[in-house]
């Protein structure tokens, strides 16, 4: 069973800048894109990245060059670097493999 971890969020000014992290169980990044997912209140769950097993990350237009989605492999990690975060990136945010999600991690931008 694979479990995913998420942490990193946290309360930012707008402007501001959070790392994302997405702990992994087990050595699964050779196998499967890696997907980073959030939710704000009263809204669907939407996609917000996509780290592939080869070539380069895709973005959903909000946050295409602000954001951006590496790997550790040795640690079993991906990261969501998020820059120039606005009040419109507050969500609680997930990472995806395959058919497993984490718990989430709260962002919250405000001033």
């Known amino acids: 069973q694979v479990q995913l971890v998420e942490s990193g969020g946290g309360l930012v000014q707008p402007g501001g800048s959070l790392r994302l992290s997405c702990a992994a169980s087990?050595?699964?990044?050779?196998?499967?894109?890696m997907d980073w997912y959030r939710q704000a209140p009263g809204k669907q769950r939407e996609w917000v990245a996509t780290l592939p097993i080869r070539g380069i990350s895709t973005y959903t237009e909000s946050v295409k060059g602000r954001f951006s989605m590496s790997r550790d492999s040795a640690k079993n990690t991906v990261y969501l670097q998020m820059n120039s975060l606005k009040p419109e990136d507050t969500a609680r945010y997930y990472c995806?493999?395959?058919?497993?999600w984490g718990q989430g991690t709260q962002v919250t931008v405000s001033s």
């Open positions: 995806k493999w395959l058919d497993h």
């Open positions: 087990g050595s699964i990044f050779g196998f499967n894109a």
